[in-house]
Nanobody, 126 residues
Framework: QVQLQESGPGLVKPSQTLSLTCTVSGVNITASGYYWMWIRQHPRKGLERIGYIGYKGGIYYNPSLKSRTSMSRDTSKNQFTLHLSSVTPEDTAVYYC??????????????????WGQGTQVTVSS
């Protein structure tokens, strides 16, 4: 059973960098066909895909966030990370890591993913 767990600070000051780590168990993040995603949900809004790392290491960023986003992975720890720079209060959201095998398209709900973390609330405030 694939399990994901987000970790990172829940409060970030404006202009700083938000950094989150997703720890994966049950499957190697290099396993064939898997896409490892970061998504977020603003209050009263739908899911927004931030980007993903494919099992071969290829990375895709949402064009609207690309200039501020960096993703990486540590295969020795079976983790992948998100860095979002120059945050503003508009970046306040619940952040999730998720995975889907063989499909990197945008999902409308968490239930369309094969597995997802419990989510972590990130608030941008001074």
């Amino acid at each position: 059973q694939v399990q994901l767990q987000e970790s990172g600070p829940g409060l970030v000051k404006p202009s700083q960098t938000l950094s989150l780590t997703c720890t994966v168990s049950g499957v190697n993040i290099t396993a064939s066909g898997y896409y490892w995603m970061w998504i977020r949900q603003h209050p009263r809004k739908g899911l927004e895909r931030i980007g993903y790392i494919g099992y071969k290491g290829g990375i895709y960023y949402n064009p609207s966030l690309k200039s501020r986003t960096s993703m990486s992975r540590d295969t020795s720890k079976n983790q992948f990370t998100l860095h979002l720079s120059s945050v503003t209060p508009e970046d306040t959201a619940v952040y999730y890591c998720a995975t889907r095998r063989g499909d990197a398209t945008i999902a409308r709900s968490l239930h369309e993913y094969d597995a997802w973390g419990q989510g972590t609330q990130v608030t941008v405030s001074s």
